[in-house]
């Protein structure tokens, strides 16, 4: 499956308070997946490579095979290419990192683009820092990854109130109860009609 993705990040002060973000839809433009990260203490590059990894690795849980990433960060397209020197020692790490997460797909196209192409992550971003916390809504697995994706977990460590599934409850005998079925997870929309 191909997907198109939108990340941004930036740090309010630089460094300082900031947050990674990644918008991932289908090829129709239907939305999969979208989160903002709050980083407490961060700089605007560590906050691009920070959502350009949690991008892969949400590409991982959807079961995606191709990336089609977006950045208005030219250093971070640059960079990922190899075309600019990382100096950083964090950041390469976080290059390797990413690297790593990226070798599991058939292929990875990313390029530049204007601000004004990259409005629903940046929209995000801004999102987390103003509310200091999480944003969004995680991808729904559809496939169990059996590649290492640096220590995160195989599915979202929290999950949003829009897609927790019910957990089946158990009487005295420790046999489940039949429930109702619930229909299937909401789409969030952060942006209010953005």
């Known amino acids: 499956m191909k997907v198109k993705i939108n990340i941004d990040g930036?740090?309010?002060?630089?460094?300082?308070?900031g947050a990674s973000a990644y918008v991932i839809k289908n090829p129709e433009g239907k939305l999969l997946?979208?989160?903002g990260h709050f980083l407490a203490h961060c700089t605007?590059?560590?906050?691009?490579?920070t959502a350009l990894k949690r991008a892969a690795q949400a590409c991982l849980l959807l079961g995606a095979t191709e990336l089609d990433i977006r950045s208005d960060s030219l250093l971070l397209v640059k960079q990922y290419l190899g075309?600019?020197?990382?100096?950083?020692?964090?950041?390469?790490?976080?290059?390797?990192q990413i690297r790593?997460?990226?070798?599991n797909f058939k292929a990875v196209h990313i390029q530049h683009v204007p601000r004004e192409q990259n409005k629903e992550a940046d929209a995000l971003a801004n999102k987390a820092m103003d509310a200091k916390c999480d944003?969004?809504?995680?991808?729904?697995?559809?496939?169990t990854p059996k590649t290492k994706i640096n220590s995160?977990?195989?599915?979202p460590?929290?999950?949003?109130?829009?897609?927790?599934t019910a957990q089946p409850k158990t009487g005295k005998t420790g046999q489940k109860k039949a429930s109702k079925p619930k229909k299937g997870p909401q789409q969030l929309d952060l942006f209010d009609g953005f």
Do not use: M
């Open 83 to 96: 075309e600019y020197k990382i100096k950083n020692q964090n950041l390469k790490e976080l290059i390797d």
């Open 157 to 164: 460590a929290r999950q949003s109130a829009a897609i927790k």
């Open 33 to 35: 997946a979208q989160e």
């Open 135 to 143: 944003v969004g809504c995680p991808p729904a697995p559809t496939n």
């Open 10 to 17: 930036g740090s309010r002060g630089n460094p300082g308070p």
């Open 100 to 103: 790593q997460i990226t070798e």
């Open 152 to 155: 995160a977990p195989t599915a």
């Open 44 to 49: 605007n590059n560590h906050a691009e490579f």
